[in-house]
């Protein structure tokens, strides 16, 4: 290969604005050139210049708001951070053994796990795209391990196909591939799409499905050694005299169809979901401590926002020791404010009409979470299955397997339900012993010998009965990004919001740091202005 | 979810069995209900009732050897295992910083790579199937991480589309899905395909191709948010008042064609290759040395096999020693013979006439692996790609970017190349320093701008030079496999061959092990008849 005129030309471009202008100058002209379009992120904000003595109240010490408390901080700011709860992180959480947590109705669970397993109810799983969030967690020494988020090993299930029996992914996925490509070959042969694809490409498209969709000589998708090779064998190659393999019957089509395979094919290759993700080393609360030992000193905790208002002299917070009741009052040029929109619409909250209407808008999801402890992890030993997920159609909606300690003994944690809509409905209305009874019903459709066998005990969070979140994460329409979305994010007089709801990243940790990050960025602008 | 009467059944049947027969017998009849054929192994083998002082002399002392050597002394049997290299493992093997390698011509390289990082000549990662292997790991303790085999956001290059730049897999594969995906539609529009699909599965996979293509509401494959989706964005979600994405332009379907990444599509969905891949934490050496712990005291290394010979009594092989020269003779009743059949074709080596035409019947194949130290994770830092391959058209075939230590400072050991075929025959008549130089110039094309700049050292192995293997693996035809398989692994009287290329798990370390383990068995057998 010669490297050509264009790619010098290029090169010294790029070495030449990164001498001018370092490492964002360089990414961005990276950006331009068509090289990295992965992020919106290009480092840590820069806030130079604060007037010395100006200040900042953050509510909340989730991610948005100690990533807003570091960085104005470290700017020259005077920030204050004020916590309801007792721990920072937020949604950032994760439950381990011998934990205590109480839900709205007043129903508590001990967590029983044993040492070193968790279940994090809310973030579980990093997009290597989430550079910000990456960013933060090398600046802050937080380790990542891989998160297996494509299993082809792992099954889908639907009740009203294969009467109600799991398939695995790669016979499924194999099977809707070849069928997929037999159908389109027939369809180039029959002359059905000469008006569409030149006589070229339609000789360079059969070879392609013939090889991406195992099809034989003829361009059929028959049982054989070739399908075998991607759905699974009868019997899988071996050693020695019997070391032939056997291939394995194709499933029938319609019953293919009907699984909605197609819905897990899209969702691995959803960019949120592409490979390679990761998770934290020892739950995903390991972030939020990180964050947390950046900005523990600005901390109050167990501190109830019961007011906020804003005149042309700054922001006055009121709240309440959520232990002693007794009420405080903080003050400050500005706001950035981070609490759920679900909490923070039904606050006396100073912000104007408009804004008032954007945060009683958007809804929030109320997903629901189980961990289930089970004595060995039968799901490795029998099933060959290490970390991903088992879909299914009923309410649990999935399983998912740890993607830690693999092959280990002794008891281990997977997630019994990630319930959404109805699913997530049905389960917040239930006691916690009810829950578990339910999910480990539904989920022994995946493994009928082991799931009530090796049960252990379990613990759940039905997020709209958090009671300092109210619901999971916000869910905007295209109606209500059109109506709402600009006046949410822009500043309120001296207060700006900033965390999930306030980003195109909706429900990711991302979405948090990058708005944040975004609203900070304003309200130095503004302060300088002042 | 009902459980019904032919589950409860079932489960019933299975308790019953596992009370009865223990684990195999459950695990096979759990297979037999088509619920695990994952693998041909079902435990280590039973030897019972070996003959006091019955002997057995092992050849090499890779893993097949190894693994014979162990299980045989468990059994009774009195073993001795004689090894060419002063190192065991065989082809389990990886290049640390300070080895030094000659290869066959005379070349000694000094591996230079930093503390900790390391080159996988040969075998390099483990399918969740291949349960023999994974056994004995567990067994001896070897710790596995996940290998990222599937990487969405890696890049595939043709020399012949895009004016030969690389494009990312995701965009690609996004396109070609959805381009299918609007032809098949089209065609059912067009009654092309009455004959061929009911009218109920139509509408069904019309849905399915609209959701699994990301197609538009009139079913067409579009420039949008939908397929930008899943091919990647202009401008990704991002947080704020600027958060909104922007959408990709698609690429021309007959350029995307032109790469072949349908190739690259079916080559993720083989079952070899499917997630979740392993492999050991430190090096595939770790195996081997695991293997080695297990076995070490009956191994005589340095041992330059020069003759095999048996008789009515037994096996007699002489060895010479590499360092001093000097001959000896080594004596048992039976012999697994585990070298390399480029080798042992060379040999003097007692066997029939038969089964010598079988040994010279398989040819090895030709890999060539150079191991590249980078200053930097500039693939990690600047193009967001953690583990996983680039695939090129190009000789080197693929570059391979490290699967552990992700996010580390310093620097880390990249595959350079996997070559084959032609672009192994050209690597491995070049001298190590123009191996380096050839593959650098080559996976330039995928970072351009740090390939070369970020380059410290390499170390490369070309197996047709190793000089104990003289080729990588066995590669049967289907005609070698006719004519010669079951002669190959038959007892030539007193010995049996084992080792990957006596099985239909070629080239992969599980093929050793089951070939091992089933070679034994026999061998057991007729001992219990002699």
């Given at each position: 290969?010669?490297?050509?005129?264009?790619?010098?030309?290029?090169?010294?471009?790029?070495?030449?604005?990164?001498?001018?202008?370092?490492?964002?100058?360089?990414?961005?002209?990276?950006?331009?050139?068509?090289?990295?379009?992965?992020?919106?992120?290009?480092?840590?904000?820069?806030?130079?210049?604060?007037?010395?003595?100006?200040?900042?109240?953050?509510?909340?010490?989730?991610?948005?708001?100690?990533?807003?408390?570091?960085?104005?901080?470290?700017?020259?700011?005077?920030?204050?951070?004020?916590?309801?709860?007792?721990?920072?992180?937020?949604?950032?959480?994760?439950?381990?053994?011998?934990?205590?947590?109480?839900?709205?109705?007043?129903?508590?669970?001990?967590?029983?796990?044993?040492?070193?397993?968790?279940?994090?109810?809310?973030?579980?799983?990093?997009?290597?795209?989430?550079?910000?969030?990456?960013?933060?967690?090398?600046?802050?020494?937080?380790?990542?391990?891989?998160?297996?988020?494509?299993?082809?090993?792992?099954?889908?299930?639907?009740?009203?196909?294969?009467?109600?029996?799991?398939?695995?992914?790669?016979?499924?996925?194999?099977?809707?591939?070849?069928?997929?490509?037999?159908?389109?070959?027939?369809?180039?042969?029959?002359?059905?799409?000469?008006?569409?694809?030149?006589?070229?490409?339609?000789?360079?498209?059969?070879?392609?499905?013939?090889?991406?969709?195992?099809?034989?000589?003829?361009?059929?998708?028959?049982?054989?050694?070739?399908?075998?090779?991607?759905?699974?064998?009868?019997?899988?190659?071996?050693?020695?005299?019997?070391?032939?393999?056997?291939?394995?019957?194709?499933?029938?089509?319609?019953?293919?169809?009907?699984?909605?395979?197609?819905?897990?094919?899209?969702?691995?290759?959803?960019?949120?979901?592409?490979?390679?993700?990761?998770?934290?080393?020892?739950?995903?609360?390991?972030?939020?401590?990180?964050?947390?030992?950046?900005?523990?000193?600005?901390?109050?905790?167990n501190a109830k926002v019961t007011k906020i208002s804003q005149d042309k002299k700054g922001v006055t917070v009121s709240y309440s020791d959520t232990g002693s009741g007794q009420i405080s009052e903080a003050k400050a040029d500005y706001c950035v404010c981070t609490i759920p929109l679900t909490v923070l619409s039904q606050l006396d909250n100073g912000l104007s009409p408009k804004m008032q209407a954007a945060v009683a808008a958007v809804p929030y999801s109320n997903s629901v979470k189980v961990g289930l402890e089970m004595k060995r992890r039968f799901w490795e030993e029998d099933a060959s299955i290490y970390g991903g997920h088992s879909f299914t159609n009923q309410g649990i909606s999935l399983i998912s397997y740890p993607n830690n300690n693999f092959f280990k003994d002794g008891p281990a944690v997977l997630l019994g339900a990630f319930a959404s809509g109805m699913g997530g409905y049905q389960l917040a209305g239930m006691t916690p012993e009810q829950r578990i009874e339910a999910v480990l019903e539904q989920g022994s459709v995946f493994h009928p010998e082991s799931y009530r066998k090796e049960f252990m005990n379990g613990a759940s969070v039905a997020w709209s009965r958090v009671p300092w979140a109210l619901g999971c994460c916000a869910r905007w329409t295209e109606e209500t990004r059109k109506e709402h979305y600009q006046t949410l994010v822009s500043m309120d007089d001296r207060i700006v919001l900033a965390g999930e709801h306030a980003s195109y990243v909706g429900c990711w940790m991302e979405g948090a740091l990058l708005s944040s990050l975004d609203a900070i960025s304003r309200l130095h602008k503004r302060a300088l202005e002042a």
């Open positions: 290969m010669e490297r050509t005129g264009h790619k010098t030309t290029r090169r010294q471009l790029l070495s030449a604005i990164g001498m001018l202008g370092g490492t964002a100058a360089l990414y961005n002209m990276m950006t331009t050139l068509g090289h990295a379009a992965e992020t919106q992120f290009t480092g840590p904000p820069n806030l130079s210049g604060a007037r010395p003595g100006a200040s900042v109240i953050v509510l909340g010490a989730g991610l948005a708001g100690m990533v807003a408390a570091y960085e104005l901080t470290k700017a020259g700011y005077k920030v204050r951070v004020l916590e309801y709860q007792p721990r920072a992180g937020g949604r950032n959480w994760s439950l381990h053994g011998g934990d205590t947590y109480t839900e709205l109705g007043g129903a508590t669970q001990k967590v029983g796990f044993a040492n070193g397993n968790y279940l994090n109810p809310g973030p579980w799983r990093i997009p290597h795209h989430h550079r910000t969030l990456l960013h933060y967690c090398k600046s802050f020494g937080v380790a990542l391990e891989p998160f297996i988020q494509f299993n082809h090993n792992a099954y889908v299930h639907n009740t009203d196909a294969f009467g109600g029996k799991p398939q695995r992914f790669k016979a499924l996925a194999a099977d809707f591939e070849g069928n997929v490509a037999e159908l389109l070959g027939k369809a180039i042969d029959l002359k059905g799409l000469d008006a569409e694809v030149t006589a070229e490409d339609r000789d360079r498209l059969k070879e392609a499905l013939r090889n991406w969709g195992m099809l034989d000589h003829d361009m059929r998708y028959t049982k054989g050694l070739k399908s075998a090779s991607h759905r699974g064998y009868d019997r899988p190659p071996g050693g020695g005299v019997n070391g032939a393999p056997t291939p394995s019957d194709l499933l029938p089509f319609d019953e293919v169809l009907k699984t909605g395979i197609w819905n897990n094919m899209a969702f691995f290759m959803n960019h949120e979901f592409q490979t390679t993700m990761f998770q934290p080393v020892g739950g995903m609360d390991q972030i939020g401590k990180a964050f947390a030992k950046q900005v523990q000193a600005l901390i109050t905790h």
